[in-house]
């Protein structure tokens, strides 16, 4: 299986900046996607941010031109710089891969972290 482990998070003010790290281990035989997702205290989780194992990356509309998400493959991490944070980023982020393990490496799934708070006071 694939372990995700988040940290990074915490308390800032509006318009901070905080970054979040993500470590994926286990039996992994390849990575595709690495990304961020959030929940915020009564709405559905959302996808905040994903790059691709070639480079390319998506972003919510929300967070574009502040989020900025990027890999590293070597070390199997994932990171999340936000910068100029608003009260309406707080909530509990996932670290989120789309991988292949060595035991099953014909198929992909989807695996998750344990989830760490982001709380931006105004």
């Known amino acids: 299986q694939v372990r995700l482990v988040e940290s990074g998070g915490g308390l800032v003010q509006a318009g901070g900046s905080l970054r979040l790290s993500c470590a994926a281990s286990?039996?992994?035989?390849?990575?595709?996607?690495m990304g961020w997702y959030r929940q915020a205290p009564g709405k559905q989780r959302e996808l905040v941010a994903r790059v691709f194992a070639g480079g390319s990356s998506i972003y919510t509309d929300s967070v574009k031109g502040r989020f900025t998400v990027s890999r590293d493959n070597a070390k199997n991490m994932v990171f999340l710089q936000m910068n100029s944070l608003k009260p309406e980023d707080t909530a509990v982020y996932y670290c989120n891969c789309i991988a292949r393990t060595t035991y099953n490496s014909g198929t992909y799934y989807d695996y998750w972290g344990q989830g760490i708070q982001v709380t931006v006071s105004s």
């Open positions: 286990g039996s992994i035989y390849s990575i595709n996607a």
